[in-house]
C-alpha cells in the first residue's frame, strides 16, 4: 500500500511540477513519502511480533488513526492541486484519487475500519471534484470513482468480514488443537488404557502409552504386537467380530461395558461415544483393562459366600437357595436329611479345635463318598451339623441309606498324628411334598426329626411325624410359660424331703426339690421342664430362685438340719456361682456350713476345669459339697481325685436293685467303704421299704433318704397354698 501511494503521489507531483508552486510539487510529496516510508519500515518491523495477540488491537487503533491523517492530507494536497491544471491534469487527479483509494482500500481489507475511512475521504474528494470542477467530463470521472469506492467498500466489508471469521475459525482450530493436544497428553499419563477408533473402518487410530503397555502383557495372546496396536482393526481382540462391530459403529447402542475373554485373561470393556461441539459423532473411545486377577478375586469372594471354607462344602444359606431350586425344579420326592454329629463337641474341647477341624473335613469326605452317584447335594449347617438333599429315586429307601451312612460317619477316624478318633451321628428326616413344599417348613421338620433321633440315643435316625412337632410346639410353649413362672415368681414351689442318720435317726439335712404348678395342667413333672430349663439356658434363673427360696426356708428351721440344693451343669464353669451363693447366703442369713450344693458327675465332665475352680471357692466359703448320682455317670473314681467331696449319695437305682441283684448290692457296699475310707459321708438315695433301709445299714452306708422317711413335702408357710392348690385340684 505504501508503495503504491510512494509512486503514485511523486507521479501526480511531476506532472504538476511547472505549473504548481514547488511547496505543493516538491515539499509537500517530500513530508508524504518520509510518511510513507516511516510507516512501511514500522510495518516491516512489527511483523517479527505480530503473534502477540495482546498487541493487535493498539496495532488496529494505530492504523485507524494514521488512516484518517494520511487520508485528509492527501485529499488537502490534491485539492491544492486541482486548481493549478489543465482538464487533463484535472483527470489525472482524479484518477490519482480513485487508484489511491481503491488499491489502498484493498490492502486494508483486514482492517475493515481503516478501509473506511480511505472510502470516505475518497467520497469527500469526489464530491469536492464535482463541486470544483465544472467540467462535465471531471463530474463524470467523479461520479465513476465515487461508485468504484463504494462497489469496493462493499467487496472490502464482505472479504474483512470473511477474513474475521476465517481468523476466528483458525482460532478457535488452533484453541481446540491446543485442547486436544493437553487432553491427548492427559490421556497418555492417564493410568487407564484409552483407544479411539474410527467409526467407519473401525481402524484404531489412537492408544495411550498405558494402552500400549497394557498390551504389551498380553501380545501373546494377539496375532499382533504392541507397536504395532494403531492402525490395525478391532477385530483383532475378537473371535467373533460381528457384535461387537455393530455396537461400535452406532452411537445409540453407546455406552457399553462388558467383559471379553482372550485365552485365560479378562478384559474389561468400557465404550463411550465421543461428540463435536456442533454435534457431530466422532468416533467410540475405548477404556480397558486386564481384570483377571480382580475376577479371580471377585469369584473367590463370591465362592467365599456360598461354602464353609474348611470343608468346601455349600453353607447355609447356599443350601438353602438349592434347596428351593430342588424344590422348584423337582416333581418327584425330595428327601432332606440333617445329620448331626454325636460326641464332636467333647472331641473339640478336648483335644482341640485342630483336631476338630481335621475330623470335620473327614466327614465331608465320607458324605461326599456316601452320596456318590445319588444325584445328592451336601452342606455344611452349622458347627457339627451336616444336611443333604436326597432325591428319592426308584428302589432307593432312605432308612436304609441313613443306617449305612451313620455306619460309616462312625468308623474310627485316624489323624494325622496316628491318633484315632471315634464319634457317632444322629439323622433327622423330612420329605418332600410329604412334610411340607417350602424348604423353610422341610428344615424345621427334618430339624425336630434330628432332635427326637438325639434323645431316642443317638446314632439313629428317624422320619419326621406330626406328633413330633406338635411336642415341640407344646416345648416351646412350656418354656414360655416357665419364663413367665420366673419372672413372675408364681407358680414355682421348693419341697424338701429329710435325709436321716441311720446311727441315731435324726434327720441331718433337707434336698430342695423344685415343683411347677399350671392352673390348667396342674402339676407339672421335673423330668417335663427341667430338661427345658437346661436347653433354653434358663436353668441358671431356675437354680438361683431355688438357693434363695431354700435358703431363706432353711433359716427359719429349728432342728438346724443343713439344705441340699442341687446345681446343674450349667451353673458351673462360669465364674459367678460363688458371688451369688455368697449374696444369697448374706441376704436370707443361712450360715455357709447348714448349705450343701449336690453336683452330678455330667456337671464336672465337659467343664471339669472351671467347675472345679468354682467348687473350691465354695469350700473355701465354708459350704458343702456333695457328689450326687454316684456311679452313674462317666470316670467317677478320677472325679473323686479331682475335688475332696464333703458326702457322696449313691444313685437310688443301685440300692433298689440290690435286694435281687448281688452286684448292685456290692456296688453299695464298695462305695460305702470308699467313703469310709476317704472320711466322707456315704448317702444312699432310693430307700423305699424296710429291707432297702437293712441293706444299706449293713453294707455300711452313713445316711439314708427316701419314701420310706417321708416324700418331698413344702415349707412351713407353703402348707396352706400348696393344700388350696390340691383342693382345688380334686
Known amino acids: 500500500m505504501y508503495l503504491?501511494?510512494?509512486?503514485?503521489?511523486?507521479?501526480?507531483?511531476?506532472?504538476?511540477?511547472?505549473?504548481?508552486?514547488?511547496?505543493?510539487?516538491?515539499?509537500?510529496?517530500?513530508?508524504?513519502?518520509?510518511?510513507?516510508?516511516?510507516?512501511?519500515?514500522?510495518?516491516?518491523?512489527?511483523?517479527?511480533?505480530?503473534?502477540?495477540?495482546?498487541?493487535?488491537?493498539?496495532?488496529?487503533?494505530?492504523?485507524?488513526?494514521?488512516?484518517?491523517?494520511?487520508?485528509?492530507?492527501?485529499?488537502?494536497?490534491?485539492?491544492?492541486?486541482?486548481?493549478?491544471?489543465?482538464?487533463?491534469?484535472?483527470?489525472?487527479?482524479?484518477?490519482?484519487?480513485?487508484?489511491?483509494?481503491?488499491?489502498?482500500?484493498?490492502?486494508?481489507?483486514?482492517?475493515?475500519?481503516?478501509?473506511?475511512?480511505?472510502?470516505?475521504?475518497?467520497?469527500?474528494?469526489?464530491?469536492?471534484?464535482?463541486?470544483?470542477?465544472?467540467?462535465?467530463?471531471?463530474?463524470?470521472?467523479?461520479?465513476?470513482?465515487?461508485?468504484?469506492?463504494?462497489?469496493?467498500?462493499?467487496?472490502?466489508?464482505?472479504?474483512?468480514?470473511?477474513?474475521?471469521?476465517?481468523?476466528?475459525?483458525?482460532?478457535?482450530?488452533?484453541?481446540?488443537?491446543?485442547?486436544?493436544?493437553?487432553?491427548?497428553?492427559?490421556?497418555?499419563?492417564?493410568?487407564?488404557?484409552?483407544?479411539?477408533?474410527?467409526?467407519?473402518?473401525?481402524?484404531?487410530?489412537?492408544?495411550?502409552?498405558?494402552?500400549?503397555?497394557?498390551?504389551?502383557?498380553?501380545?501373546?495372546?494377539?496375532?499382533?504386537?504392541?507397536?504395532?496396536?494403531?492402525?490395525?482393526?478391532?477385530?483383532?481382540?475378537?473371535?467373533?467380530?460381528?457384535?461387537?462391530?455393530?455396537?461400535?459403529?452406532?452411537?445409540?447402542?453407546?455406552?457399553?461395558?462388558?467383559?471379553?475373554?482372550?485365552?485365560?485373561?479378562?478384559?474389561?470393556?468400557?465404550?463411550?461415544?465421543?461428540?463435536?461441539a456442533d454435534g457431530g459423532y466422532i468416533g467410540p473411545m475405548l477404556a480397558w483393562a486386564v481384570v483377571t486377577k480382580e475376577v479371580e478375586a471377585q469369584q473367590h469372594i463370591q465362592w467365599l459366600a456360598h461354602h464353609d471354607t474348611l470343608t468346601k462344602l455349600p453353607n447355609r444359606a447356599q443350601f438353602r437357595k438349592q434347596l428351593d431350586t430342588a424344590l422348584g425344579e423337582t416333581e418327584g420326592p425330595i428327601s432332606l436329611l440333617f445329620v448331626d454329629l454325636d460326641g464332636f463337641k467333647l472331641v473339640n474341647d478336648t483335644m482341640g479345635h485342630v483336631v476338630g477341624d481335621e475330623v470335620l473335613t473327614q466327614v465331608a469326605a465320607r458324605l461326599l463318598e456316601s452320596c456318590a452317584g445319588l444325584n445328592a447335594t451336601i452342606g455344611r449347617i452349622g458347627g457339627d451339623e451336616f444336611a443333604i438333599i436326597l432325591p428319592s429315586e426308584e428302589g432307593l429307601k432312605v432308612d436304609i441309606f441313613c443306617s449305612e451312612l451313620i455306619a460309616h460317619l462312625s468308623q474310627p477316624y485316624r489323624l494325622e498324628d496316628q491318633r484315632r478318633v471315634e464319634i457317632g451321628a444322629s439323622i433327622g428326616v423330612a420329605q418332600a411334598p410329604l412334610h411340607g413344599r417350602r424348604s423353610k417348613e422341610l428344615l424345621s421338620r427334618a430339624d425336630i426329626a434330628l432332635s427326637v433321633a438325639k434323645v431316642a440315643g443317638k446314632a439313629s435316625s428317624r422320619m419326621f411325624e406330626p406328633e413330633m412337632e406338635r411336642k415341640v410346639h407344646a416345648r416351646v410353649a412350656m418354656e414360655a410359660r416357665l419364663r413367665e413362672a420366673l419372672r413372675e415368681r408364681t407358680g414355682l414351689y421348693v419341697f424338701y424331703q429329710p435325709i436321716l442318720d441311720i446311727a441315731s435317726g435324726r434327720i441331718t439335712a433337707r434336698e430342695a426339690l423344685v415343683r411347677w404348678h399350671l392352673a390348667d395342667q396342674g402339676w407339672i413333672s421335673p423330668s417335663d421342664f427341667i430338661p427345658i430349663a437346661e436347653q433354653s439356658g434358663l436353668i441358671r434363673e431356675l437354680g438361683l430362685f431355688v438357693l434363695e427360696k431354700a435358703c431363706a426356708d432353711a433359716a427359719q428351721w429349728e432342728d438346724g438340719a443343713r439344705v441340699a440344693v442341687n446345681v446343674s451343669p450349667g451353673q458351673l464353669g462360669q465364674g459367678t456361682i460363688a458371688s451369688s451363693i455368697l449374696s444369697i447366703l448374706v441376704q436370707t442369713g443361712l450360715t455357709p456350713d447348714r448349705l450343701e450344693v449336690e453336683i452330678t458327675e455330667t456337671a464336672l465332665l465337659n467343664e471339669e476345669a472351671n467347675g472345679v475352680g468354682d467348687l473350691r471357692q465354695l469350700r473355701a466359703m465354708g459350704v458343702r459339697v456333695a457328689l450326687d448320682d454316684f456311679g452313674t455317670g462317666y470316670s467317677s473314681l478320677a472325679h473323686l481325685r479331682a475335688f475332696p467331696f464333703d458326702k457322696i449319695k449313691i444313685d437310688g437305682s443301685f440300692v433298689r436293685d440290690a435286694l435281687n441283684r448281688p452286684d448292685c448290692a456290692a456296688v453299695v457296699g464298695a462305695v460305702a467303704d470308699l467313703g469310709r475310707r476317704l472320711g466322707v459321708t456315704t448317702v444312699a438315695e432310693g430307700v423305699e421299704t424296710e429291707e432297702h433301709l437293712k441293706l444299706v445299714t449293713r453294707e455300711g452306708c452313713v445316711e439314708v433318704q427316701g419314701h420310706y422317711f417321708g416324700t418331698a413335702e413344702p415349707a412351713k408357710r407353703d402348707w396352706k397354698e400348696v393344700s388350696a392348690l390340691a383342693a382345688n385340684a380334686a
Not at 465513476?144 to 474483512?160: K, R
Not at 468480514?161 to 497428553?185: G, H, K, N, S, T
Request: charged content about 15%.
Open 4 to 276: 503504491i501511494l510512494l509512486v503514485a503521489s511523486w507521479m501526480l507531483a511531476a506532472n504538476f511540477y511547472h505549473l504548481a508552486p514547488a511547496w505543493l510539487t516538491l515539499v509537500v510529496p517530500s513530508l508524504l513519502s518520509v510518511a510513507f516510508i516511516v510507516r512501511l519500515a514500522f510495518w516491516l518491523r512489527s511483523k517479527r511480533s505480530i503473534g502477540n495477540a495482546a498487541a493487535i488491537p493498539n496495532l488496529l487503533s494505530r492504523t485507524n488513526l494514521v488512516a484518517v491523517v494520511l487520508g485528509v492530507g492527501i485529499l488537502a494536497w490534491t485539492g491544492a492541486l486541482f486548481p493549478y491544471g489543465d482538464a487533463f491534469l484535472q483527470a489525472h487527479v482524479t484518477f490519482f484519487l480513485a487508484l489511491s483509494a481503491v488499491s489502498t482500500m484493498f490492502c486494508l481489507v483486514h482492517a475493515r475500519a481503516a478501509a473506511a475511512t480511505v472510502a470516505a475521504v475518497a467520497v469527500t474528494g469526489a464530491v469536492a471534484l464535482m463541486v470544483l470542477s465544472g467540467n462535465g467530463t471531471i463530474i463524470s470521472m467523479s461520479l465513476n470513482v465515487l461508485l468504484a469506492v463504494l462497489a469496493a467498500l462493499i467487496l472490502v466489508s464482505i472479504q474483512g468480514r470473511d477474513m474475521e471469521r476465517m481468523v476466528r475459525a483458525q482460532a478457535i482450530a488452533r484453541q481446540r488443537d491446543r485442547e486436544q493436544r493437553r487432553l491427548l497428553r492427559m490421556v497418555d499419563d492417564m493410568p487407564v488404557a484409552v483407544m479411539t477408533v474410527d467409526p467407519d473402518t473401525l481402524v484404531i487410530n489412537y492408544a495411550n502409552e498405558t494402552s500400549l503397555r497394557t498390551l504389551r502383557q498380553i501380545q501373546h495372546l494377539l496375532p499382533i504386537k504392541a507397536d504395532e496396536l494403531v492402525g490395525t482393526c478391532i477385530d483383532v481382540f475378537h473371535k467373533l467380530p460381528e457384535g461387537p462391530r455393530a455396537i461400535l459403529s452406532d452411537p445409540s447402542r453407546l455406552p457399553q461395558h462388558t467383559r471379553i475373554r482372550l485365552g485365560p485373561e479378562v478384559l474389561d470393556l468400557r465404550v463411550t461415544g465421543v461428540w463435536s
